[in-house]
């Protein structure tokens, strides 16, 4: 059994990640023990097939409920694979490379895209990013302090997406 890292960080259950490439400072992620890929909660996906290699248009919705913030991103294809929800249903989704900010560290995590509208996290962290040196204490919430309160306020104020 691998004993950990001396070095590891400790995190909560849930934490407020950045997604710092895209443009998406504040972002509410469940920290999944028990998940082995993260995954994004995405929308309006589009493969774009080029001489230069596949990629994806996608736009990113940070805040529940409403589109406040949201961005159209577009980055180059990793790998496309099948994944198996907590539910057993099975999905062929797109996979990105994404630098994640987490507890004041800056990760690159394999991410797969998927519409989480029903989920109550735009983001899921798995064991593949949480093995970079994170341990996660199930009896703690946002270690790393929460996004700054006028940011969420704003977002809640904010009319729900039709």
């Known amino acids: 059994m691998n004993e950990p890292s001396h070095s590891s960080t400790i995190a909560g259950w ?19 023990t028990g998940a ?3 995954s ?3 929308f309006d996906i589009e493969e774009i097939r080029a001489d230069g290699g596949d990629r994806v248009r996608f736009g ?5 409920h409403n589109d406040a913030d949201a961005v159209v991103v577009e980055l180059p294809v990793l790998d496309r694979r099948s994944v ?4 057993g249903h099975t999905e ?12 004041g560290r800056t990760l690159a995590v394999e991410v797969t895209l998927t519409n989480r509208d029903s989920m109550g996290f735009r983001m899921l962290i798995g064991r ?4 970079q040196g994170f341990l996660v204490d199930s009896a703690r919430s946002f270690v790393g302090g929460r996004a ?3 940011v969420r306020q704003q977002n809640r104020d904010v009319a729900p997406a039709v």
């Open 14 to 32: 849930r934490e407020w990640v950045g997604l710092p490439e895209l443009g998406v400072p504040w972002i509410k992620a469940k920290l999944d």
């Open 148 to 150: 700054p309160r006028a």
């Open 128 to 131: 593949e990013a949480l093995q």
């Open 92 to 103: 062929e989704r797109i996979v990105v490379l994404l630098d994640v900010a987490l507890l």
């Open 84 to 87: 198996r929800s907590s539910s």
């Open 40 to 42: 994004l909660h995405a």
């Open 60 to 64: 990113v919705q940070p805040w529940q």
């Open 36 to 38: 082995q890929t993260s």
